[in-house]
């Protein structure tokens, strides 16, 4: 939730510097974690935790490098 939470708060010059990076899903999972719960599929979640996630940091600190 945390991070679907920040990414809202990212500026459109930070969001394009990553354009591979699916910001509106980020954000919208975000939003049914916190409100659909009854709806989320924990094999989904654990794939995203598992793949996305580390996919995500290391884009993010690729940031730093710029």
Not at 23 to 28: E, G, Q, R, T, V
Request: proline share 8%; hydrophobic share 40%; aromatic share 6%.
């Amino acid at each position: 939730m945390r991070i679907g939470e920040c990414a809202r708060f990212l500026s459109d010059e930070v969001k394009n510097r990553l354009p591979t990076i699916p910001w509106p899903d980020i954000i919208s999972l975000r939003n049914r974690v916190a409100h659909g719960y009854e709806t989320l599929k924990p094999d989904v979640l654990w794939l995203i935790a598992s793949e996305s996630l580390p996919e995500l940091d290391a884009a993010l600190r690729s940031l730093d490098e710029r």
